[in-house]
C-alpha cells in the first residue's frame, strides 16, 4: 500500500512471533544432543525460512503455523545463507559453509475451490544439491522470479548459475564470475545480475556471452561488506535505478551502463536527531556495548520507495528522494541477518530472538492454539521470550485495518451467534458478555501467571523441607490407671503449610496447660535430706516432752574437752571411776523412778554413742 507525499512512514515491532518459537525447538536430539542456532533467515509473505547451525533448515507457514524441518546433504555443517521465492512451487536455496548448496521444492497446497479433477497428484519435496563448484563459503544467494535460475557467490569471489529442470528433475551449474574478493550481495533483475564484492560492484549481462561493467570509475579506497541492488521506480525497462553502498554513509546512484549519476550523502542527516523505531524488548542500559563507527552494508528495498541497510549492529530505513533517515533500529543485540519482503523488515537479532518491524500488524486468521506434542523446554523458552517482550507497558494491541488487509474482517471472523436460553427467557445475565479471546489476550493471560511464579519464586525459603511421616502403630486397650497417667499435659501444633521463615513456624508453637488428675495415695514419698532431718527433729523433741527431759541438761563441751585431755594419757580404772563420780556429783538430783542406779563395778564411758542418745541435742 502506498502512502501519499503528505504522509510519513511510521514502523514499529507489533508484536513478537509466538507461534514461530512454540515450533522451533531449542535442541536437535540426534546420536549427540546439541544446542540449536539460527544462523540465518529469509521471509516472505507465506513462509519463513530459517538456517541452522547443525545443517538443518526449519521453514515455518505463515498462515498455517506449520514447521517443517528439512536436511540438507551435509548434516553438522552450519548454514550461511538462505533464499525462498515463490512460484508454481516454493524454491529454497541453501548455502552452507563447506560451498555446498541445496535447492529444496517445496510443493504448495491447492485451494480448496479448485475441483478435485484438477487438482494435481501429491507431490513430495524434491532437494538438488549442487558440490565442488565453490571453493569457500556461500555468502550470497539470488533466485530469478520464474524460480528457474539461481546465482550463488562465495567468499573466494566466484559466482555459479544453477539451472533447474523441472520436467527431467535435474539441474546444472556453471561458473560465470571470478573475482579475487568476497561476495556481499547478488541482484538479478531484468536479465542483469548486479554483484557487490568487498572492492567493487559490478553488472553482468548476458547476451551471446556474460559481459562485465563496473560501476563508477574510483575504486573504493577501504574494503568492506557494502552491498548493492536494483530498484524499479516504474513499469518500463528504462525506469531501473542502481543504488550502491560506498563507504562514509555515501551511496550512488546509477544506471544499468554503470555511470554514477549523483552521489547521496546521509552523514548530515545522520548527526541530526533521527526517529529511533520502537522494539518491545529492546538491549538493557546496563549492558555495555562497544560502539562502532556508523556505516552502511547490504542494502534492500522497502515499501516501494524506500531503502534498507544495515551493518552488525544498527539497521537504517532510507528515504533517498527526501535525504532523510525515518528510522534507525540500534538497540539490537546485534544483528546476524536482515530480510525485506514488500513491507515487512526480519531482523535475526540472536541465536534465538527474531524480529519484525512493520508499518502494519501481522494479519493471522488462524486462531492461538497451543499445540501437545511441544517438549517442556521449547514451551519454557518460548514463555520466556514472551515475558521480555511483554515487560514494556506501551505496547499497543493494534488491529488490521480494512484499507490494508480486505480480504476478510477480523471481527466478522471471529463472531460467535447468541444462543437464547430456554429455562429462563424473561431473566438478564448479570454477568456482562465478554467477547471471545484473541490471542493478545491468552498471551496477556500468560504473562499475568508467569508474573506470579516470578514473584514466588523471589521469596526466601529453606533449603531444605522436612516433613514427617507418623506411621500409625497398633494400639491396645488401656486401663483406667494408665489413660490417667498417660494424659497429655502440654498439646503442641505447628503449621505444616512450608511457608513463612523459620521464626514463623517457631512461633506457631502453642502450648495448653489441663488440669492434674494424678492421685497421690499410697504413693512412696521421696523426700530431701534436709526435710527428713527437720522431722527427726520435731519427733525428738516430742519424744523429750513425754519423758521430762528438759530438767536434764548437760554441758556436753566441757564433756568433751575432758575427754580428749585424757585420751592423751595413759588411763587406769580408778581415774575412769573418779572422773565419772565427779560428774554424777555435779549432775542435779533426778528422779529415781526413772534412772536405776548403776552398779559400782560396771563403768561408763562417754563415746559418740552416748551422744547420739541424749534427746534435744545435735
Known sequence: MALSAEEELVVREWSPLTHLFQKLPTRHQGFFSSDLKLTCMDAISELIAMGTNLGIVYVYNRKTHNMERLKCENLSVPITCIKVISTVDYMLAVGNRDGNVNIFQ???????SLPLSLRPKDKQVERYSVSEMHKGQVTALEWSKNGMKLFSGDATGHVVLT??????????????????????????????????TTYRSIICQKQDKWRVCQVGKKDRKLLGKFGGTIMQNGLGPTDLVLYCVRPGLRIWQADF??????????????????????????????????????????????????????????????????????????QLRGVLDVSVHKDEIFILESDRSLIRISPFPEYTDAPFQPTSNISTPILTTSLKELTNKLQSASIITAAPTKTAFPMKSPAIATAEEAIESKKSPLKTPTTPVTPTEGPMDRAYQIYRKLE???KISEKDYDEVIGYTHRKKKKTRKQTPTENVMTSSICSYSSNSSGEGDRSDRIDAYTIKPTLMTISTVGMIDIKSPDSLQHDISEKENLLAELLNFDSVKVDLDKLQMITTQDATKPTKNDDILQTSSKVLDELP?????????????????????????IPGHK
Do not use: W
Open 106 to 112: 517445496l510443493p504448495k497446497v491447492p485451494p480448496e
Open 163 to 196: 539451472e533447474i529442470d523441472f520436467y527431467m528433475h535435474l539441474c546444472k551449474s556453471c561458473e560465470i564470475l571470478d573475482e579475487a574478493y568476497a561476495v556481499v550481495q547478488l541482484n538479478y533483475l531484468q536479465q542483469r545480475l548486479l554483484v557487490s
Open 257 to 330: 551502463a554503470g555511470s554514477v549519476e549523483k552521489t547521496i550523502l546521509f552523514k548530515d542527516s545522520l548527526n541530526d536527531a533521527s526517529p529511533e523505531v520502537f522494539i518491545l524488548n529492546p538491549l538493557p542500559p546496563n549492558l555495555k556495548r562497544t560502539t562502532k563507527e556508523p556505516s552502511f552494508g547490504v542494502i534492500h528495498q522497502f515499501h516501494e520507495n524506500y531503502l534498507v541497510t544495515h551493518n552488525s549492529q544498527t539497521v537504517y530505513i532510507l528515504n533517498v528522494k527526501d535525504l532523510k533517515i525515518i528510522g534507525i533500529v540500534n
Open 452 to 454: 506470579l511464579y516470578n
Open 589 to 613: 538430783e533426778v528422779d529415781q523412778n526413772l534412772f536405776p542406779k548403776p552398779e559400782t563395778s560396771k563403768t561408763v564411758k562417754p563415746t559418740d554413742k552416748c551422744q547420739s542418745t
